[in-house]
Each structure stands twice: as structure tokens, then as C-alpha cells.
């Protein structure tokens, strides 16, 4: 079983930037299509970005595209995402997770998942 962990959440303003880090370990991270969610109190887990085992294939929420950006290291067994731009509705948990299989962006198909990490943007 894959465990994954969450890293680099944190408070910021308006229009700053932050890097979000994911760590897999038990598994070999090529075995999965890995992304990334986010959670605000009151609301569904939402899809923001997946990114295919070979890092060839991404795909992004209409939300973040243009101001996230998810990148891999296999063989660091990582995973990340830059986030600029941020806004006050970017508030939320935000959580890693795979998918054992090449490409997704389906919610359901992401079994193993990290504890998540606060992200609070300030106006």
C-alpha cells in the first residue's frame, strides 16, 4: 500500500506564491497517476491537477489553470504544486493522491491519500 505526505501548506496574501510537496513511500511512484485536491469548510473535495506516470500528460481544473502547475520527480518518489497567484477562495485543505494507473483526472479513481496540508490566503 502507497502512503503519501503532504508538505509546505502554510498562511500567505494576496497574490503570493507557494510550492506544495508530496512524498510517496511503500510503492514506487511510477506505479501511479498522482493529483492534487483541496477541500474549503462547508464544501466538496474538489479535482485541481493530475499528472500521468511519465509526467507526459497533466490535466487542471478550470479554477487553477494558468496559476497551478504540477510537476513529478520519480525518481524521487515527489510531487508538487506551484501555486501563484493565490486568491482567498484558494483557502482549503489541500490533499495528494494516486491512482494506480496511467492517466486520470476522475476523483474516484484516486484509492490512496495523504492527510492534507492548510493553505490560507489573506486578503
Known amino acids: 500500500q502507497v502512503q503519501l505526505a503532504e508538505s509546505g501548506g502554510g498562511e500567505v496574501q494576496v497574490g503570493d506564491s507557494l510550492r506544495l510537496s508530496c512524498v510517496l513511500s511503500?510503492?514506487?511512484?511510477?506505479?501511479?497517476?498522482l493529483g492534487w485536491f483541496r477541500q474549503a469548510p462547508g464544501r466538496e473535495r474538489e479535482f485541481l491537477a493530475s499528472?500521468?506516470?511519465?509526467?507526459?500528460?497533466?490535466a487542471y481544473a478550470e479554477s487553477v489553470k494558468g496559476r497551478f502547475t504540477i510537476s513529478r520527480v520519480n525518481t524521487d518518489n515527489s510531487m508538487y504544486l506551484h501555486m501563484n497567484n493565490l486568491r482567498p477562495e484558494d483557502t482549503a485543505v489541500y490533499y495528494c493522491a494516486a491512482a494506480r494507473m496511467v492517466f486520470t483526472n476522475n476523483i474516484g479513481d484516486f484509492r490512496s491519500w495523504g492527510q492534507g496540508t492548510q493553505v490560507t490566503v489573506s486578503s
Open positions: 511503500g510503492r514506487t511512484a511510477e506505479d501511479y497517476t
Open positions: 499528472i500521468s506516470v511519465s509526467g507526459s500528460a497533466t
